[in-house]
């Protein structure tokens, strides 16, 4: 590792991404010589591509970037895992070889100038993990902008400690990454596990662009699995919601059935077919509800209780 200047890797996940790559990976490798230009980092930093087990020619590109120029690096994964496993693949890769990482998309979506104030606040200001956040969400959709920052609201509200607005694009000082690496979950939600590590943090603010080409692979089912995955991995408050509303539903039931024994003594009973389907729908619903929510943790304790490899690297390019 260099001593004068910071060694960096930029660690870049890919997924079917043949229509982008050709076009961004100049843009990285032109940020890349700039900041070492501005005497930011060192020249013998590189850019870390991680084939996701993509479909396409996606790993052939990267293997001939590679060819092309000693900047361009690359790892392939065994088979399709995930963003967030192949995100996790690439970090600890580079773990042991540099100073500082830059996770970012392939897209080109996240302002690649932003690296330059990351590296800033971790030379200048002492940050071992800077966060990229955007500014603002003026370019989305309604329903996108909405159903987005309902994600991080929820999130927070349910314990889980995210950053609002920001994803995965952020800075990580090998000192971080050392300690993360003890975190040993199979079940990544690394927006929020990140967090958890601690060390001095800073911020960065930026303008998120189109997509340069290609389709997005996070649709909003994905995104409702990724905030499911996050409640479920990072926190336990559904669980006690469950208890709570149980608690409730108990003493409404013990009301029920005082009411209905001071009726009888009455002798004022009348059979009521509508309310008692209504009341065996209503607890059903609840039942099915909280065994769905316990499922899902019993799921993730199963999962965990495997010890499964989080990663697998078949093939490297160095």
């Not at 361009?72 to 100073?99: P, T």
């Not at 800075?171 to 590590?197: I, T």
């Not at 029920?256 to 389907?277: L, N």
């Amino acid at each position: 590792m260099s001593e004068a200047l910071p060694l960096l890797w930029i660690v870049v996940p890919c997924y079917n991404e043949e229509k982008v790559l050709p076009l961004t990976a100049p843009i990285f490798l032109e940020k890349l010589r700039q900041l070492a230009g501005d005497g930011l980092i060192s020249e013998d930093s590189r850019i870390l591509f991680v084939n996701d087990g993509s479909r396409d020619s996606t790993w052939d590109i990267i293997k001939a970037l590679s060819r092309q120029d000693p900047h361009y690096i690359g790892i392939s994964q065994s088979r399709n895992r995930g963003h967030q496993s192949s995100l996790l693949s690439g970090l600890m890769e580079a773990k042991d070889k540099c100073d500082i990482t830059i996770s970012i998309d392939c897209d080109g979506q996240d302002d690649i100038n932003a690296m330059d104030e990351m590296v800033r606040k971790y030379r200048d200001e002492g940050c071992k993990i800077v966060y990229g956040v955007r500014s603002s969400r003026k370019k989305d959709s309604f329903l996108k902008r909405f159903t987005a920052e309902s994600f991080y609201k929820l999130l927070n509200k349910m314990g889980a400690e995210v950053v609002f607005n920001h994803a995965d694009y952020r800075l990580v000082s090998h000192e971080l990454l050392d300690a993360f690496s003890d975190f040993k979950e199979v079940n990544l939600f690394l927006r929020g596990l990140f967090p958890l590590v601690g060390f001095k943090s800073g911020t960065v603010y930026y303008e998120r662009h189109e997509r340069l080409a290609g389709e997005s692979h996070y649709p909003f089912t994905k995104m409702l699995a990724l905030a499911l995955d996050g409640i479920t991995s990072l926190s336990v408050k559904p669980l006690h919601f469950i208890s709570i509303f149980g608690l409730a539903i108990a003493f409404v039931s013990f009301i029920g059935v005082v009411w209905s024994v001071v009726q009888v003594i009455r002798g004022k009973t009348v059979a009521g077919w509508a309310s008692t389907t209504c009341i065996i729908c209503f607890v059903s619903g609840v039942q099915l509800i909280s065994l769905g929510i316990i499922g899902e943790y019993i799921g993730k304790i199963y999962m965990e209780t495997k010890g499964r490899p989080r990663y697998i690297i078949s093939e490297r390019t160095y």
